[in-house]
């Protein structure tokens, strides 16, 4: 068996090219991970913690409370800054918008106003319109 041709059938020619897209490229993902970073940020804070007291660094799991949460936040940003808001509200979009949602982009909005971040809010308050509609 020649294998050169028979891998040489399996690629792509130019008329059998398709755009693929990514999961983690979709809108439905980002907000989707943004909505899960944040409801879960006390949970993930919580592993951490006990984690760190199980290798004896008991000092270290004392400072994570307040760092933990800054990189939830930030993670979540990372996700949610990136979503092209497209009218009309994308129906894969609709089953993400609960109160859960609007919860997490409130706290996320409470959070940066506190470090005077004034840009993320607005982007922030931006979102949280874009679903109101």
Same mark, same amino acid.
């Given at each position: 068996?020649?294998?050169?041709?028979?891998?040489?059938?399996?690629?792509?020619?130019?008329?059998q090219?398709?755009?693929?897209?990514?999961l983690?490229?979709?809108?439905?993902?980002?907000?989707?991970?943004f909505k899960?970073i944040?409801?879960?940020?006390?949970?993930?804070?919580?592993?951490?913690?006990?984690?760190?007291?199980?290798?004896?660094?008991?000092?270290?799991?004392?400072?994570?409370?307040? =760092?933990?949460e800054? !990189?939830? $936040?930030?993670?979540a940003?990372? #996700?949610?800054k990136?979503?092209? @808001?497209?009218?009309p +509200? *994308?129906?894969?979009?609709?089953?993400?918008?609960?109160?859960?949602?609007?919860?997490?982009? =409130?706290k996320?909005? !409470?959070? $940066?106003?506190?470090?005077?971040? #004034?840009e993320?809010?607005a982007? @922030?308050?931006?979102? +949280? *319109?874009?679903?109101?509609?």
């Amino acid at each position: 068996m020649n294998l050169d041709s028979f891998f040489g059938s399996l690629k792509d020619t130019s008329s059998q090219k398709k755009q693929r897209v990514s999961l983690e490229d979709t809108d439905l993902y980002k907000v989707g991970m943004f909505k899960k970073i944040i409801c879960n940020m006390d949970v993930y804070k919580s592993r951490m913690i006990s984690f760190l007291k199980n290798l004896g660094m008991e000092d270290e799991s004392r400072d994570f409370d307040k =760092s933990g949460e800054h !990189l939830c $936040y930030v993670r979540a940003y990372s #996700y949610i800054k990136t979503v092209t @808001l497209q009218s009309p +509200l *994308d129906t894969s979009l609709e089953s993400l918008y609960d109160e859960n949602l609007i919860q997490a982009l =409130s706290k996320c909005t !409470l959070y $940066y106003e506190k470090l005077e971040e #004034y840009e993320k809010c607005a982007l @922030l308050k931006k979102v +949280l *319109d874009y679903f109101e509609k």
